[in-house]
Each structure stands twice: as structure tokens, then as C-alpha cells.
């Protein structure tokens, strides 16, 4: 599954990055990388950004750039 089709206030673990150039490094410059545990804290009510906890930071995610991160569930 992607970033962009877990639920709100589910803890996902990253498995892998999709993209190409400037869209992966965006990512990456988020500090999003393979293995990094996210929370989606909300969704906006369009659905654009996704809010999300990573490494004690809150940052927001364009919808794009969430279906480029592929993640899976976290058992808490």
C-alpha cells in the first residue's frame, strides 16, 4: 500500500520509494527513508496534504508524493 491510502492516525513503516530524480529527493530531503516509521496525523479536507509525524517532526505531504512511498502497517 501507499502513504496516500493509509488511515488517519495509523503508524506505517517505509518499505520503498518510487520515483525518479527531484520527487525522490524531495522525499528524502523530508528525511523519508526505507525503514523510517510515519503516522498520518490528518488528511486535509480536500485530501491534499497528508499530515504526518516523522522522527518527532510534523511535516506535510503532497497527495503525489505520498503515492510515491510505499509502506505497510505497523501491529502497535
Do not use: C
Not at 12 to 31: F, P, S, T, Y
Request: hydrophobic share 40%; charged share 30%; glycine share 10%.
Amino acid at each position: 500500500m501507499t502513504l496516500k491510502e493509509a488511515a488517519i492516525g495509523q503508524s506505517v513503516k517505509v518499505l520503498k520509494l518510487k520515483g525518479e530524480g527531484a520527487v525522490k529527493r524531495r522525499i528524502m530531503d523530508m528525511g523519508i527513508t526505507k525503514g523510517t516509521q510515519i503516522k498520518v496525523r490528518k488528511v486535509a479536507p480536500l485530501g491534499d496534504p497528508i499530515e504526518i509525524t516523522v522522527r518527532g517532526y510534523e511535516l506535510s505531504v503532497r497527495k503525489a508524493d505520498a503515492e510515491n512511498i510505499i509502506v505497510e502497517t505497523i501491529a502497535e
